[in-house]
């Protein structure tokens, strides 16, 4: 099995910290995006989309983090990540689908024209209507999640589940992106408790290395 990953990118650490979490040692290729690794041919028959992660497995060639994260857990016995009772599966996937549709399109929109493109990717060309239209989004959806939050550690379940991770993903820009925290003290918490846990914190690339073979 082979992971192909960028360095700290966030939808990369969503996977990795799953594959530490469920104890696997998938081959993993790091692509050097400055050196343009996600868009070679080879990459982009295996990807079109010319992003990360992918999931390679025999036949299987998958994309798409969350899916890779529901395969992960699948394939690997005795998993607690992925409820195998319907309704807690169902669950767990409807806040996968919420993260994609609303929460994480929010404020990963945010984080990237605010602190990614400035920070990490050298740009200067900052969507100043992007940031305030998904900050907006942002106010919507931030406090279903924060109330939800409020008498609970888990996202779903009384354990770490892949929701939890995919929820998370955007933890390293959680502090830097233009959002009054002070609105949501259990989101806040929910991503101190992230940091805290080896399986994610371990993913955390080294200073300079985001995008980069680590070192
Ligand atoms: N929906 C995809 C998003 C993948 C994605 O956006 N990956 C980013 C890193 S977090 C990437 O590959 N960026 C490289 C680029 O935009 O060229 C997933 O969940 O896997």
């Known amino acids: 099995m082979k992971l192909y990953l960028i360095n700290g990118s966030p939808n990369g650490r969503k996977v990795l910290s799953v594959v530490n979490h469920l104890g696997i040692s ?6 050097d995006i400055f050196g343009g690794q996600n868009r070679t041919e080879e ?11 992918t999931l ?9 983090s969350n899916a890779i994260n529901v395969y992960l857990c699948e394939t690997t016995p005795g998993q607690t990540l992925l409820p195998t009772d319907p309704a807690g599966r169902a669950t767990v996937m409807k806040w996968l689908c919420w993260d994609l549709a609303h929460y994480n399109k929010a404020l990963g929109a945010v984080a990237f024209e605010a602190v990614a493109k400035p920070k990490f990717l050298g740009s200067s060309d900052i969507n100043q209507p992007v940031i305030d239209y998904f900050t907006e989004r942002f106010d919507r959806y931030g406090p279903i999640l924060d109330q939800h939050l409020a008498d609970r550690d888990f996202v779903a379940g009384d354990s770490w589940t892949i929701a939890d991770y995919a929820l998370g993903h955007v933890e390293m820009f ?18 101190d408790r992230l940091r805290d846990n080896p399986n994610w914190a371990s993913t955390m690339p080294k200073p300079g290395e985001v995008g980069k073979i680590p070192s």
Not at 45 to 53: E, Q, T, Y
Not at 56 to 64: A, P, R, S, Y
Not at 182 to 187: I, Q
């Open 174 to 191: 959680q502090q830097l992106v233009p959002i009054d925290w002070n609105r949501f003290p259990n989101l806040v918490r929910f991503y």
């Open 56 to 64: 390679v497995d025999g036949d299987l060639v998958l994309w798409e």
């Open 26 to 31: 998938p081959e993993i290729e790091w692509l």
């Open 43 to 53: 990459y982009l028959a295996l990807n079109p989309n010319g992003l990360a992660p």
